[in-house]
């Protein structure tokens, strides 16, 4: 499973309007409803049940990252995008520091196994310095996808 796989670029906002983590986290969800996505009819509950999610603990992990997320009964199949945020939000992160990158990941509440798939993708990824780097200096979409799809690449 790659990245590019589930995250819908579609819904990728290079610049995020909100400015507080619960605002991101609807944004997200909403650019994911508007790309047919997710049901429109059940925007308010996912986004709901990511807040409630990140009140029980921050997904803000620090190093300018959060990767908000939640299995829902309404998710079909997993899906992700990504929130870029030049002034930075608070996510109450591990390291007190703003986020500047948001990968919100909805999952389907019946399949653990993609869910933990994608959640390690993820991870994987923004573990490596280039790619928080290039993804936190993305003003535009193809930047964004540029920074997704040479993550991708096989290593070697």
């Given at each position: 499973m790659k990245l590019s796989d589930f995250v819908c670029f579609d819904a990728v906002k290079p610049q995020l309007d909100a400015s507080d983590r619960d605002g991101a986290i609807s944004e997200l969800v909403e650019a994911l409803a508007a790309a047919g996505k997710i049901p429109s009819k059940s925007t308010n509950k996912i986004t709901k049940a990511v807040i409630k999610r990140e009140n029980e603990a921050s997904t803000g992990i620090g190093k300018g990252v959060a990767v908000p997320h939640v299995k829902h009964a309404a998710?079909?199949?997993?899906?992700?995008?990504?929130?870029?945020?030049?002034?930075?939000?608070?996510?109450?992160?591990?390291?007190?520091?703003?986020?500047?990158?948001?990968?919100?990941?909805?999952?389907?509440?019946?399949?653990?196994?993609?869910?933990?798939?994608?959640?390690?993708?993820v991870f994987r990824?923004?573990?490596?310095?280039?790619?928080?780097?290039?993804?936190?200096?993305?003003?535009?979409l193809k930047q964004i996808q540029e920074t997704i799809f040479d993550t991708d690449e096989p290593e070697g």
């Amino acid at each position: 499973m790659k990245l590019s796989d589930f995250v819908c670029f579609d819904a990728v906002k290079p610049q995020l309007d909100a400015s507080d983590r619960d605002g991101a986290i609807s944004e997200l969800v909403e650019a994911l409803a508007a790309a047919g996505k997710i049901p429109s009819k059940s925007t308010n509950k996912i986004t709901k049940a990511v807040i409630k999610r990140e009140n029980e603990a921050s997904t803000g992990i620090g190093k300018g990252v959060a990767v908000p997320h939640v299995k829902h009964a309404a998710i079909k199949q997993v899906v992700a995008t990504v929130g870029c945020s030049s002034k930075g939000i608070d996510f109450n992160s591990l390291d007190k520091q703003p986020v500047y990158s948001v990968i919100l990941l909805l999952s389907p509440a019946d399949n653990t196994d993609v869910h933990l798939r994608a959640m390690e993708n993820v991870f994987r990824n923004i573990q490596k310095d280039d790619f928080r780097s290039f993804l936190r200096q993305a003003r535009t979409l193809k930047q964004i996808q540029e920074t997704i799809f040479d993550t991708d690449e096989p290593e070697g």
